[in-house]
């Protein structure tokens, strides 16, 4: 195969950069090109795991696999991203930058023209060419999906210099980044109605109707003569003028004696037991005669009698049938799900919400995430046995998602505690511990004297017990005005809000803005006057305290200004909150309503959190290598794997590698 | 551009004049299609706001 002059080049450089650090040259290492590179990398992504805790498990001798690594390598805390919220502090993983760099600082962000929140991570658009025939509206052009993280993922680099990559599930990449190397989107991937996931609920309680439920539809069924007719509500149908939701019926017949039901759906028929999960069932919504739209969802026989119950899980995307872009090469989601069958495809997996709502109780909660790990962990062993060289990253969501719903079982000073629920569920987010060192055990077998072996996590996890109102502190402070007084907490969006009089205001789970004059819609805060209010806000709310607890909820505000670098800052919130231990942003604060409490007992069962100040909050790094930085953070990670194949970091990155130079080579 | 007729009230067609007239617009149509196109913003907004709630919910970090 004959050299390009770019790759030569390359090559030269590489040959180059090693010598200078004492290393063997790459090229003399077997490195021919894709798929043959010597050096390798291992890296487990465990989301949430926390130091304190995995401390403990291996001081129990319940981690094996841990206290294995532990001890041929090492073990650090892992600096986490400002504010430590996933998307964000994924993205310092991704791009070795900060949120200055990659433009993601939330999970939510929000429209300066209308005080409205908006997705951070991606952008969706209709067609903007159209065609309309009678009731029908034809794109002349394709729709578009666009991620809106900033900034060069890692993969992309490796990529340019024919360093193979395959990266499993890593958030902030949806729709994936456009390489040739093997992707598949994580967190921030929707389902199949756009959303962050929402599930169906069908039932013959009247009381459980009506209920405004997050992340969830609650449907009203009748029985007539043991059958029950309902309707699957799937995506708009953007193919029609007045875009009619689409949905497709189905029929539950019961058993007239025993707790098992039979369910229709339109081309397949299959039988649950009362208390039985129906595995992945495909769905298809037509739109038009030569369009649907197919999707993938889980039926759960909650209960026949006396009152029917029946859940479906959100609708994910079909891995067989993208409808929308979920993997590099395109093709990628279709082999795993010819070889696997359908699996978990929207971003968070396990549903926190029907849990948080009490549609699914904790043991049904539970035995779905473990649907969850048992197809994470068979991709991830048919993933490591193909793997042969560059870098392979493999990302678990349960180990946080489990944290969020059962931290109330582990703090008996948690207002969600419940000592019967403990005593059953207790131990939930130890089990979880133990299964991902099970997969850190698998990791091993592909390990050899030129491979890195890492597990990271991109925070830690801390227990939620008060919210703290903050679109309400800065009322009492003066901040924010109401239009109505008496209107003060019933309403989403700022409607109730007078942006002739508000200095500040709050979106997201950490973020606060300035109603600035010239960028906000009413903004009235002059461009010059601004420092000195950020500054005078952020004293305040460092310093201001609890009365109930003694404690200063706020432990630091960060100004952006000070802390983020790159080309991005100026988009930032000017202030990002660190909350104390214990403390959170209130449930209501982020969506712009004013309760009328600043703080308030968070007795939900999404009870641990991590969006706080990132010093009470580290994640975990683990190396077979010994960890040469003091502090480590994500971003040095990414300069690391840079390090490791012996390419040139560009000046944007922020990091610096965690390695002696020398010292991949040399295991303790 | 196409034109329909509404029918008015006529107490209420003679209040709409008379403040058509103190607020200055140039006839009473225009009043009108203004108070329209403003109650139709606010309906298109809060469709635009019940679209946000959906996708937002299910995120499990905001009720």
């Known amino acids: 195969m004959s050299m390009k002059r770019r790759d030569f080049l390359k090559t030269a450089f590489l040959a180059g950069a090693l010598t200078g650090l004492g290393l063997e040259p790459f090229s003399s290492l077997a490195a021919k090109g894709k798929r043959d590179t010597a050096r390798k990398m291992i890296i487990l992504g465990f989301d949430g795991l926390d130091p304190h805790l995995l401390e403990i498990f291996i001081r129990q001798g319940k981690l094996p696999a841990f206290a294995r690594l532990w001890r041929e390598g090492d073990f650090k ?88 990559a395959t990266v499993f599930k890593i958030p902030s ?79 539950v017949y019961l058993d007239p004696v025993n707790p098992v039901a039979k369910i ?83 971003g968070l997996p396990a549903d926190t919400s029907a849990l948080d709502s009490d549609i699914l109780d904790d043991r049904e909660f539970l035995i779905q995430d473990d649907f969850v790990l048992e197809e994470r ?98 009322k009492e402070n003066g901040y924010l005005s109401l239009i109505n007084e008496w209107k003060q907490g019933e309403e989403d969006f700022f409607l109730n809000v007078d942006w002739h009089r508000t200095k500040a205001y709050a979106v997201g789970l950490n973020g606060l803005y300035i109603n600035q004059k010239g960028r906000e819609a009413e903004g009235i805060v002059p461009a010059k006057e601004k420092e000195a209010l950020v500054r005078e806000i952020a004293r305040k709310l460092e310093s201001f305290v609890d009365p109930a607890t003694g404690e200063r909820p706020v432990r630091r505000a960060f100004v952006t200004q000070d802390v983020y670098h790159g080309p991005y800052t100026q988009e930032a919130p000017e202030i990002i909150l660190g909350y104390n231990q214990g403390y959170r942003v209130s449930w209501a604060s982020p969506l712009g309503r004013i309760p009328k409490k600043i703080i308030e007992p968070n007795r939900e069962k999404w009870s641990g ?26 971003f040095d990670l990414t300069a690391t794997i840079l390090q490791t194949f012996g390419l040139p970091q560009p000046p944007e990155m922020r990091g610096k590698p965690i390695f002696k130079e020398e010292s991949w080579a040399k295991p303790k | 551009m196409g034109k329909a007729k509404v029918k008015l009230d006529k107490d209420l067609l003679e209040k709409i004049k008379k403040y058509a007239e103190i607020s200055g617009y140039s006839s009473p149509e225009e009043f009108i299609t203004h108070c329209l196109e403003k109650e139709l913003a606010k309906l298109e907004e809060s469709d635009s706001e019940e679209e946000i709630k959906k996708k937002l919910k299910g995120l499990g970090y905001i009720s």
Request: contains cysteine; hydrophobic residues 35%; aromatic residues 14%.
């Open chain 1, 77 to 164: 805390r892992l600096g986490t991203s400002i504010p430590p919220q996933s998307p964000v502090a994924w993205s310092n993983f991704i791009t070795g930058t900060d949120p200055g760099g990659h433009a993601i600082f939330d999970f939510i962000h929000r429209d300066p023209q209308h005080y409205l929140p908006t997705f951070s991570a991606s952008k969706t658009e209709e067609a903007k060419k159209t065609i309309s025939l009678g009731n029908l509206v034809l794109p002349l052009s394709g729709g578009e999906v666009t991620l809106l993280r900033r900034g060069k993922a890692f993969w992309q680099y490796l990529e340019e210099y024919d360093i193979p």
């Open chain 1, 173 to 251: 990449n949806y729709p994936p980044a456009p390489t040739k190397q093997r992707t598949i989107s994580g967190m921030g991937t929707p389902d199949i109605l756009g959303t962050y996931g929402i599930f169906n609920f069908y039932t013959t309680t009247t009381a459980e109707v009506q209920q405004d439920i997050g992340g969830g539809r609650i449907h009203n069924v009748y029985v007539i003569g043991n059958q029950i007719e309902a309707k699957l509500p799937g995506p708009v149908n953007t193919f029609k003028k007045d875009r009619p939701e689409t949905y497709i019926e189905f029929k």
């Open chain 1, 264 to 346: 229709s759906l339109p081309g397949e028929e299959f039988i649950l037991r009362e208390g039985e999960w129906s595995g992945w069932k495909r769905v298809e919504f037509p739109l038009i005669p030569t369009q649907s739209v197919s999707g993938i969802c889980m039926f759960y026989l909650k209960q026949v009698r006396p009152e029917f119950k029946l859940y479906v899980s959100p609708i994910n995307i079909d891995p067989a049938k993208p409808a929308l872009p979920l993997s590099t090469p395109e093709s990628y989601s279709r082999e795993l799900a010819a070889k696997f069958g359908p699996f978990f495809t929207k």
């Open chain 1, 377 to 474: 962990r068979a991709i991830f062993e048919y993933e490591l046995k193909r793997f042969e060289s560059g870098l392979l990253f493999y990302y678990v969501s349960s180990t946080d998602q489990r944290q969020h719903m059962f931290w109330r079982l582990l703090d008996k000073n948690h207002p969600a505690y419940d000592e019967r629920l403990a005593k059953e569920f207790g131990r939930a987010i130890e089990h979880i511990y133990i299964e991902v060192d099970r997969i850190l055990d698998k990791a091993f077998s592909r390990v050899d004297k030129n491979t890195i072996l890492m597990v990271m996590s991109d925070h830690g996890f801390s227990p939620f017990r008060y919210a703290f109102n903050l679109n309400t502190w800065l």
């Open chain 1, 609 to 634: 959190d991590h969006c706080m100040d990132p010093a009470v909050i580290p994640g975990i790094l683990l190396t077979n290598r010994p960890i040469q930085a003091k502090f480590p953070q994500l």
